[in-house]
Nanobody, 114 residues
Framework: QVQLVESGGGLVQPGGSLRLSCATS????????MGWYRQAPGKQRELVAL??????NYADSVKGRFTISRDNAKNTVELQMNSLKPDDTALYYC?????????WGQGTQVTVSS
């Protein structure tokens, strides 16, 4: 069983920054990929950033603005979001993949508005 708990969401003005954090508890399961997804009202859930080993992948809409990182000592994966835009407003989910299953956190709301 893998448990994921997100934190760090909130309300920020356009151009501002937020840092999301996902605390992981894998209980012996090997996680080989972790990432962040988001879902805006009325839209499908979409990939924001993915990390597998040292390989990272970003949605075109966030390249150059968002950075995903993993702290193995703290068992966290984080998403640094800079130059935020109103279009970044969404519920952000942490995701982990093992060899047998996908796991999701409960989500943390990010709202970009003036």
């Amino acid at each position: 069983q893998v448990q994921l708990v997100e934190s760090g969401g909130g309300l920020v003005q356009p151009g501002g920054s937020l840092r999301l954090s996902c605390a992981t508890s894998s209980r012996g399961f090997r996680i080989y990929a972790m990432g962040w997804y988001r879902q805006a009202p009325g839209k499908q859930r979409e990939l924001v950033a993915l990390m597998a080993g040292t390989i990272t992948n970003y949605a075109d809409s966030v390249k150059g603005r968002f950075t995903i990182s993993r702290d193995n000592a703290k068992n966290t994966v984080e998403l640094q979001m800079n130059s935020l835009k109103p279009d970044d407003t969404a519920l952000y989910y942490c995701h982990a993949r093992t060899t047998t299953a996908n796991y999701w956190g409960q989500g943390t709301q990010v709202t970009v508005s003036s």
